[in-house]
């Protein structure tokens, strides 16, 4: 098998894998696959796949920019691939924002619904548009292949002339959203590690991304020639050596001088986690690279030269991902939950870097991207003798299309076989529990107890000539008016009027099921699940359940609404009736359906005594306000 | 053994079905993709649709079979129904899809005495459809390994099946036919795409790319000649 092939299977074997967690996650959410929190939001997708992703495909517009614009015409041999390498990063980009966006569907919000103040708007639009004028650079390319073509051949030949302006405006574009991807960060002063929040941090995410086009164009160079066995682009890479290695000493002291000048020089030393992360990414980014640039390139071997660009590589991403969450304050500190990228959060990202590389060596088997086309039907080794213990697979086409395929699919059954199933449910929601309302004639109701409650004067309303029945519209069994906590139990979630297992228990109700249940004669033994409605319901049992002046009539379901939506319900449809049909009411208490006539300030209630003072009873009553208008218009 | 059964019902039952509908799907992709390439190379390129439409129906309702040889058209009809309808309509396969994937199809079940005679028929006429292929010389010289061993594999999850349903109530020994039951199960999920069982799926593109072998030009054998290096070897 060559090497090509042996890549593509590779590749092919991963795509499996994200395939498999790919639809874990768009079936079960960002909870089950991600290790983020609501203290970290942002992890290893936006790091690698956004923020990184835009800094890799940052060869395009370099490589561009210094083949047309500086007029460095030995770059043209690679300006192709490195517009394609681009493309397929900003496609890459895109899918991979997909992934981490809770509500991907609407990415196309950005469009409709401006928001001009937000950096974020500015690099989706930026990023949208050099996706198209990337588009429209490579399109060409593809273009050429049909020569016959009178349409496309027109349409070529547009393009063609218009290239320069595309280069042009795909470098302003590129320019504006490299560095905006660091104005993000900008707004979060408080939240990033001083070691790289910066006001200048937009130049310096402009300026690693310049170091890491080079360095990018230079490994994919290597990489493909290494793969389809072409001879090294020795004069290319000597060329791309040098500029990378300028970029990159420009980088270094505008970050240490930047360090410096704001005054966190104390934090290079301080031995922190911070500092050591900031360490490797110095390392890994500007030194290693740059002493393995500094030899001439006769004198090393080319996998060093590898190393190093690979390095460099590996440093400018990291850069990002410390910039995109690892060295958010509430990660570094003890304060947050600390934050490391789940396994499936790995595998997405692979999986999409491995589909863009398989549409890269697409492209390049079919298409002229290089200067000569790449021989991949060279090394065919036809057996001399027939085995026939081998199977025999057919061409090298064929062979390619059954090994890929079979590798995909034992990709993602293992995969889908290992997401165990207690992983592939979330955890679910968090109960709040409620408890009891506090007071006797004056209630107050403070279901989760958070200090925050609303004030009641049950008493009153019971004057006002309501049936205890009317509000209190259920009763348990052997009960009298029960308290509403008993069955909204909940402060937010819906909950169950029945315990369904209490009566099935054999330490409970003991019934046999079909006692509620319909038994169906005709399918044997077989219990019929999909007669979920019980002939008997609760009434049929339970005598006084619903008292004779609930407002319910018929009892629908027995799921019970959350305590804060029972509470609402309640009251505001009450209050509003009331103001309708009250005219004395809507003069005296206008705001008796809206949210402050309940929702005061527990004070306030204090300060004017009179409202809960009944002066006969010596009781802490509420007096209605409308009762006491009256009786200022008796005085 | 408990745990045993956990991992069977778990992973490996979800390993083994995915590997079943992608496998499927990969095989008839894949041999759609190789037709369509052979249709290139070959010198007629018009597609033998009546050709192809009488040998797909002959194969799906075998009238002819019924009048050469009626008692294995029969018997082979029999084994079939009972092979796709017992597994996918039982009541307890459809609770355990509910239950693991949500999807549902509990109103159409089987009720229980019917699924257990199926099965009863399905062992049955597996074992007179090895015995047809036993007793006729024709049939044994072109059968290969695979041909003896796919009925008696099929077997296995049919007869553990209906001991775990009627004939024991004892934990260890339901237990143990249990795992039979899944494990045999998962390997027929497993072998499906992969042998001669994908004809469930490939059926009418077998028959195009049987059809379409007629059609190649006239050299075509010396083409495969030289792609076997066997070339100037005489037949």
New interface residues.
Partial sequence: MDRINKAKLILWTILGIAC?VAITRFIFGLGVTTNLTDNTPWGFWIGFDVMGGVALAAGGFVIASFNYIFGKKVLHPIARAAILTAFLGYIAVAIGLLFDLGLPWNIWHMIIYWNPHSPLFEVGWCVMLYLAVLTLEFTPVVLEKYPNIKLLSIIHGFLYKIRIPLVILGIMLSTLHQSSLGSLFLAMPYRLHPLWYSPIIPIIFFLSAICLGFMMVMLESMTSSYLYRKEQEINILEKIKKYASYMIIVYLLVRFCDIIIRGAGSFLFNISWGMTLFWIEILLSCIIPLVIFSIPIKKIKISILYFGAFIGVVGVVFNRLNVGGITHLNNLTEIGSFYFPSLMEFSISAGVVSVAMLVFFFFVENFKVWEEMPNINNSIK?????DSFKV?L??NK?IN??KF??A???A???T???I??SEIHSSGFEKTPVTKARGADTLIIDGNRDGYGVVFAHENHKKQGFTCGYCHHMNKPDDKATGCYECHDDMYLTGEAFRHEWHSSSNGANINCFECHNKSE?????FK??DKKAIQICKDCHNNIIPSDSRIKILKTYKTLSYTDAMHSLCIKCHENKLKSDALIKQSKPNLAQCSSCHKNFKSYKKVKKLFQDKKNNKWVVIPIFKQIEGNIVQ | MEELLDIAKGPLFRFSFAIMILGLIRVFVLSLINGCEAKKKAKDKSIPKGYVRKMTFGFLFPLRAFRVKPVYAFVSILFHIGLLITPIFLFDHALLFQNSIGISWIDLTLSKQLADWLTILTIITGIILLLIRLSSKTSRFISRNQDYLWPLLLLIPFISGLVCAQFTVEPDVYNIFMLIHILSGCLIFILMPFTKIAHCILLPLSQWITARAWKFPPDAGEKVYIDLGKEGETL
């Fill in positions: 498999a036809k057996s001399t003798r027939f025999y057919g061409t064929i299309r059954t395929s079979f995909f699919i034992i993602f059954s293992l889908f076989s290992f165990s199933g005709s399918k044997g033994k077989n699940f999909s």
